[in-house]
T-cell receptor
């Protein structure tokens, strides 16, 4: 069965470290997205991609980067982790908006 | 600037009764709206959607209503069941993009 997986599920890192969160989907979807979920803010878009070599900034992109070298993967990198980036991160993929998104199970990141 | 707002952070409803979750948006370019449901430690899952050419869409116990003039949509769940207890997010998209803008979420609790 097709799926979208995120790893790791939980991560604790120190301030200033570089961290990469993985997202892998086997739906063959062109569109992939990264969101963060925070209390009182809901889900906020970090970065998104409409295909290989395409990346775009979302609402809260500062301090984050992504790269899309193939259809299946969209890794999210925190260049220098900050305590404000403690959050739950969700990756999603889609064919187009009319079919909705398929979300991964999330990565809980704690920056200490 | 929150383009999609869910002003009720929580809602408590008795089993068998109707649950009504509300969502307001500010961007008149939005033309497609979705509701997602999220259980703890899981990613959001797609529930129901509506295009701006409609004012109502039904799927079993779930109905979404759209009032374009008021920039307001609502999700009705009838009858409510304990398994409906979750966080519900509304989301919106413009005609020229596949990215979704999410609201802050409403936590629904259905009690016996």
């Amino acid at each position: 069965d097709a799926e979208i997986t995120q790893s790791p599920r939980h991560k604790i890192t120190e301030t200033g470290r570089q961290v990469t969160l993985a997202c892998h989907q086997t739906w063959n979807h062109n569109n992939m997205f990264w969101y963060r979920q925070d209390l009182g803010h809901g889900l906020r878009l970090i970065h998104y991609s409409y295909g290989v070599q395409d990346t775009n900034k979302g609402e809260v992109s500062d301090g984050y980067s992504v790269s899309r070298s193939n259809t299946e993967d969209l890794p999210l990198t925190l260049e220098s982790a900050a305590s404000s980036q403690t959050s739950v991160y969700f990756c999603a993929s889609s064919v187009d908006r009319s079919y909705g998104y398929t979300f991964g199970s999330g990565t809980r990141l704690t920056v200490v | 600037d929150q383009q999609v707002k869910q002003n009720s952070p929580s809602l408590s409803v008795q089993e068998g009764r109707i649950s009504i979750l509300n969502c307001d948006y500010t961007n008149s370019m939005f033309d497609y709206f979705l509701w997602y449901k999220k259980y703890p430690a899981e990613g959001p899952t797609f529930l129901i959607s509506i295009s701006s050419i409609k004012d109502k869409n039904e799927d079993g116990r779930f109905t979404v209503f759209l009032n374009k003039s008021a920039k307001h949509l609502s999700l009705h769940i009838v009858p409510s069941q304990p398994g409906d207890s979750a966080v519900y997010f509304c989301a919106a998209s413009g005609w020229d993009t596949d990215k979704l803008i999410f609201g802050t979420g409403t936590r629904l609790q259905v009690f016996p």
